[in-house]
């Protein structure tokens, strides 16, 4: 038996193989005798199209600018994450073409009456079935501290984050311990200003761009389910029976 396990959430879980892919992850305590728990970015789970989407190693676009930029915070955008953060990205003054995820009819009016200089556009779109795709067409995004994340590193795309709610702040945390990520700051304390500020000095320095880019995929190289794999073919195979 092998168990996904979040923290203390699914912990209880009697297996052979415990696998909590969180950054900075501890190993699962309380299992039965002989089983083993697998942590970490390392053991990431990607999807195929994920993985076909993982960007060459190089400048960030083929400007080597900053320009694009995809915003996601969820399909729905629960904690209102969107009409605080791009104010302040637009804010920079800087020349941008953004895309914002977002589902509810009341998210878009608001976005859509904000105000931009004519060097910038803005765009509200419906979830997207393939988000990494959209990602990797992109030069900078920006999303809360979830699990999407660990999908935009591998891509290999500089990502900035917000904590949007608690049980995202230790991930929040690691991401930028880990200097894979830009943080933007924490709900619901975020100040706005600083926020345009880190956006600003990351968009003017593109270099530090493609260096966050560079770590995050190697942090998340998207081996991580072939490895668990391993781990749980290795144990099956040492619990067979000998004849």
Avoid: K
């Avoid at 970015?41 to 960007?55: I, K, P």
């Avoid at 009341?106 to 765009?123: N, W, Y």
């Avoid at 984050?161 to 933007?184: E, M, W």
């Avoid at 706005?192 to 966050?212: C, G, K, M, Q």
């Amino acid at each position: 038996m092998l168990a996904l396990v979040d923290g203390d959430f699914g912990a209880g879980q009697v297996a052979d193989l415990y696998v909590d892919q969180n950054l900075g992850a501890q190993p699962h305590q309380g299992g039965p005798t002989g089983s083993e728990c697998l942590t970490g970015a390392d053991y990431t789970l990607l999807r195929d199209s994920v993985r076909l989407h993982r960007r060459a190693p190089g400048p960030i676009s083929s400007s080597g600018e900053i320009r694009s930029v995809l915003a996601v915070f969820g399909g729905t955008d629960p904690a209102g994450v969107a009409p605080l953060v791009i104010p302040a990205l637009l804010a920079t003054g800087a020349e941008l073409d953004v895309s914002v995820v977002a589902s509810d009819p009341r998210m878009t009016d608001r976005l859509a009456a904000l105000t931009l200089s004519s060097r910038q556009r803005l765009r509200v779109i419906p979830p997207q079935r393939e988000l990494t795709a959209l990602a990797a067409a992109n030069d900078l995004t920006i999303s809360a501290s979830g699990t999407t994340v660990w999908e935009l590193l591998a891509v290999g795309v500089p990502t900035a984050v917000v904590c949007a709610v608690d049980n995202q702040r230790l991930g929040y945390r690691a991401l930028l311990a880990t200097d894979v990520a830009t943080g933007l700051g924490e709900l619901p304390n975020l100040d706005t200003s600083h926020t345009t500020a880190t956006l600003r000095d990351l968009i003017e320095n593109p270099h530090r761009a493609t260096e966050l880019a560079a770590r995050g995929q190697r942090l998340i190289d998207g081996e991580g389910r072939g490895r668990v794999a391993d781990a749980f073919v290795s144990r099956l195979a040492a619990q067979r029976p000998v004849r």
